[in-house]
């Protein structure tokens, strides 16, 4: 019987013409066959949106290259559900032009591809570079394709992906650290203006102002000059204070007839 190559499956938030992209998926070519669902235009910060309330439209720009009018969660969800001969076997998304360190996987485009993959229970790998400089091909494609290689060997628990951030100088003495994640901080603006009808209009936005220093983090990492593989729970729940929830005296359960309603003896 043949063997069939694994399936890849490729999409980005910084649009299919990006860069990165085309890194990501001649790296993975050596892998498996590569499927590129990716958004037409840039679709950075959408986090996890998806288009409910407009149709999509697909492009496709050559066999098994398609740019979808929508959001990275759009892209994978299309693909998976519709537009992949198969199921994957994985899902790769970036490499994205800049850095998704610590909280910005909850806003981040990029992240968002990759759980919508996940939550199909498809194993998934997010890639970024920090910083805004040139890319070296030839080293994001070999370390991208050795952490994909391990992905697909070894495989990854259920609910879970990868988050890997590259440094902004990525280098032959650039090492992995397997870390968790960091915290971010960033100016919290806001411009107000007027438009030419003076009708009044807001950017949101703020300049990078560093990140708490958290040892074993994945901001000290990459500020390190090193590699930031952090692996990712779906499950939100922060179990510690779900145990301390249970005993806040607010929530017990009220035990006096005249305050639930319950029959029982009233003073007069």
Not at 9 to 14: A, H
Not at 64 to 87: E, K, M, Q, W
Not at 126 to 146: I, Y
Not at 194 to 220: A, I, V
Request: hydrophobic share 40%.
């Amino acid at each position: 019987m043949p063997v069939t190559r694994p399936l890849i499956l490729v999409s980005n938030d910084d649009g299919i013409d990006a860069t990165g992209i085309n890194i990501l998926a001649d790296a993975m070519s050596d892998l498996g066959e590569v499927w590129v669902v990716a958004p037409a235009t840039e679709q950075s910060a959408v986090s996890g949106a998806i288009s409910l309330r407009q149709p999509l439209r697909i492009d496709e720009r050559a066999p098994g290259r398609l740019a979808v009018s929508g959001t990275p969660t759009d892209c994978v969800y299309i693909a998976l559900n519709h537009a992949l001969p198969r199921r994957p076997d994985l899902c790769v998304s970036g490499i994205n032009h800049g850095a998704n360190l610590g909280d910005d996987v909850l806003y981040s485009g990029t992240v968002a591809a990759a759980i919508e993959a996940t939550l199909s229970d498809v194993p998934s790998i997010a890639f970024s570079q920090a910083g805004r400089g040139a890319m070296n091909a030839e080293l994001l494609a070999t370390w991208a394709r050795r952490i994909a290689a391990g992905a697909l060997k070894e495989g990854m628990p259920r609910a879970s992906f990868l988050n890997v951030n590259f440094p902004p100088e990525l280098s032959g003495s650039s090492g992995v650290r397997v870390s968790k994640l960091g915290r971010r901080n960033y100016g919290r603006q806001v411009v107000a203006k007027e438009d030419p009808r003076h009708l009044p209009y807001y950017w949101l936005g703020g300049s990078e102002l560093g990140f708490d220093d958290m040892p074993g983090s994945d901001c000290n990492v990459v500020a390190e000059g090193h590699i930031s593989l952090s692996p990712v729970d779906l499950d939100l729940t922060h179990y510690r204070f779900l145990n301390e929830l249970r005993q806040w005296d607010a929530l017990q359960p009220l035990t006096d007839p005249r305050l639930d309603g319950s029959p029982g003896d009233t003073d007069v």
